[in-house]
């Protein structure tokens, strides 16, 4: 570990003073050599996981099997014994295994490397299923644990997919393709297919342009390992050094940049909603019997049944509720807001959460899997009440990612980062974009929508938050308010202007800050119901004690995003029907 981390420092040193590209070359070598990716630019971690290839990005057992492989294509023409051969594969093997300091996927790997090559080298050869057999069985021994580790099963959904999957695709591929691209193609299909039941549960995000960017992007990718393996000692050199080896190494960097960015114009990256566990559970089955059958013609019908059960899975459009209901969802986004509504005739997001870190991509790793377990895969409509990264971040992997009929923003929202953010995912996912202010009205998902602010008003302070869309809507015949951010010179100006206030459910201004929800604008909201979108011991104090004694006084029950998780509201009937928490409303409010 030591070695490790004096590695990276002097990396860091000598590559200080270098152009953008080779600084960002410089970068990924950390992450591909010593699995460092925090110097990662933020664009360059959204390509690889876009284009279906993050594993490159994170040291784990496919670095190992590349340093495998490479080393013995390396010694072929030496042409030494093949125990010789072996060992020095099996010793540089767990040397890069300690140098990397021993991450979980890497000692998976290797520990099915070093079972192999010893099996040969005590002259026992055995196949690679058996080495995953029991690597799997000695390591879920030693911690069963493991059983429920996403990469562990990730891990050996792969390599089960390559050793016993692809060879149904490798055959008929061969007879029309040269056999190396045939058997890389069927690798790929083979891994990707096995890995889906895992992926589409647990992330939800399929990237079938893995497809294509596995068979280009990975060769690129292990040139460009061997190339950093080998130029290492000029990068620790010195500055000097370090230039001179830099330049193929950005070269490769940009290509493989490049071709990530041309796929992914394609698209080919697919959210679903969260698979019946039934599904799974068949899918499982018959990627097993694919697998492992002797006879060739129940293999063909065990994977042809798996194909069509993703097909099905992957096609399976967003939920909806049952005719006469709808459903209104303070998402758990943490310190911000996000809010679900969902109709028998479509959906509505209203922010999206995040956080102030760019480096995050929060819609991808929060927000994303949570709507589409919840699932909702496509949007009437998308509302940013106001551009802040609390409320806008989430939303940038639902504008680049999903179907959105349609995005509303504030009119005369200040010009920021957050709002140029919002705007360029909206062209990438061409979705079309329309202004609001006060007196317009608009339906989405059957759902009737009244803009009672931004108003004619300008604000000095907390322009953004003052500025925030106030929405009035109605489900039903109950009223909904969601008002963003404003704060009390914005409540101030509803009240001036005559704004119709009154609504069953309020969604309280700004996190339940003390600088909102003033006595004279939540008197005339008269909430029987409030929902705060608030983190967990969040640095800003938010609810303010004095709001939440307000909202007490005026006899509003309260449901908090921090204390409760999301809390589904049910409109049926004319009623609401809160189903977390239970305690209090068992028969809805009336």
């Known amino acids: 570990m030591r070695l490790h981390r004096a590695t990276g420092a002097r990396l860091a040193g000598n590559v200080e003073g270098a152009p953008l590209a080779e600084r960002q070359a410089a970068a990924l070598a950390k992450a591909l050599l010593l699995g460092e990716t925090a110097e990662l630019a933020p664009e360059t971690v959204s390509a690889f996981r876009d284009g279906g290839v993050a594993h490159i990005l994170a040291i784990s057992g496919v670095h190992v099997g590349l340093l495998a492989l490479g080393l013995t294509f390396v010694l072929r023409p030496l042409r030494p014994s093949v125990p010789l051969r072996d060992g020095l594969v099996l010793v540089a093997t767990l040397a890069f295994g300690a140098f990397t300091g021993g991450r979980a996927p890497v000692l998976r790997a290797v520990f099915m490397i070093a079972l192999y090559l010893g099996a040969r080298l005590l002259g026992r050869p055995t196949s690679p299923a058996q080495v995953m057999a029991l690597s799997a069985l000695v390591l879920l021994a030693a911690d069963p644990a493991n059983l429920f580790d996403v990469g562990f099963l990730l891990s050996y959904a792969a390599v089960f997919g390559i050793a016993a999957v692809a060879p149904l695709f490798s055959g008929p591929l061969r007879r029309r393709l040269p056999a190396s691209l045939a058997d890389g193609i069927a690798a790929t299909l083979g891994a990707e297919l096995c890995v889906f039941p895992i992926q589409a549960t647990v992330f939800h995000v399929v990237p079938f342009v893995a497809l294509l960017s596995n068979l280009v992007v990975v060769p690129l990718a292990s040139l460009f390992l061997f190339a950093a393996a080998l130029l290492m000692p000029l990068l620790l050199a010195g500055p000097l050094a370090a230039a001179f080896a830099l330049g193929p190494l950005a070269l490769l960097s940009e290509a493989m940049l490049g071709i990530l960015r041309l796929l992914d114009a394609l698209g080919a990256v697919r959210v679903v909603p969260t698979p019946l566990f039934a599904e799974v559970a068949l899918l499982a089955v018959l990627l097993a019997a694919a697998g492992t059958l002797r006879r060739r013609r129940p293999r063909i019908g065990a994977l042809s049944g798996a194909l069509a059960l993703?097909?099905?899975?992957?096609?399976?459009?967003?939920?909806?509720?049952?005719?006469g209901e709808a459903r209104l969802v303070a998402l758990d986004v943490g310190q911000g807001?996000?809010?679900?509504?969902?109709?028998?005739?479509?959906?509505?997001?209203?922010?999206?959460?995040?956080?102030?870190?760019?480096?995050?991509?929060?819609?991808?790793?929060?927000?994303?899997?949570?709507?589409?377990?919840?699932g909702a895969v496509s949007f009437d409509a998308v509302v940013l009440t106001h551009p802040h990264p609390d409320h806008s971040r989430g939303l940038l992997a639902v504008l680049k990612l999903l179907p959105v009929d349609r995005i509303y923003l504030p009119r005369g929202a200040p010009r920021n980062l957050f709002l140029d953010e919002a705007l360029e995912a909206t062209a990438r996912g061409r979705v079309p974009v329309e202004v609001l202010e006060a007196g317009d009205r608009f339906v989405a998902a059957g759902v009737p929508f009244e803009v009672l602010h931004p108003g004619p008003e300008t604000y000095v302070r907390s322009p953004e938050n003052n500025g925030s869309l106030v929405l009035s809507l109605r489900v039903g015949t109950r009223r909904v308010l969601l008002t963003g951010d404003i704060e009390a010179a914005a409540e101030r100006d509803l009240l001036d202007r005559g704004a119709f206030l009154s609504a069953d459910v309020l969604k309280v201004p700004h996190h339940g800050s003390r600088t909102s929800t003033t006595p004279g604008f939540l008197g005339k909201v008269a909430p029987r119901l409030a929902l705060v979108g608030v983190g967990r011991r969040n640095r800003f104090g938010h609810p303010g004690a004095e709001v939440m004694a307000r909202l007490a006084s005026a006899g509003t029950t309260v449901f908090r995003t921090?204390?409760?998780?999301?809390?589904?509201?049910?409109?049926?009937e004319g009623r609401i029907f809160p189903s977390r928490p239970f305690a209090g409303l068992a028969g809805g409010l009336p």
């Open 310 to 323: 993703v097909f099905l899975a992957s096609a399976r459009p967003s939920s909806a509720e049952r005719p």
């Open 337 to 374: 807001d996000s809010f679900l509504i969902v109709t028998d005739r479509g959906r509505i997001l209203v922010d999206g959460g995040g956080t102030f870190d760019a480096s995050y991509d929060f819609g991808r790793t929060r927000l994303l899997p949570r709507i589409a377990a919840l």
């Open 562 to 572: 921090d204390l409760h998780g999301d809390v589904s509201l049910l409109f049926r």
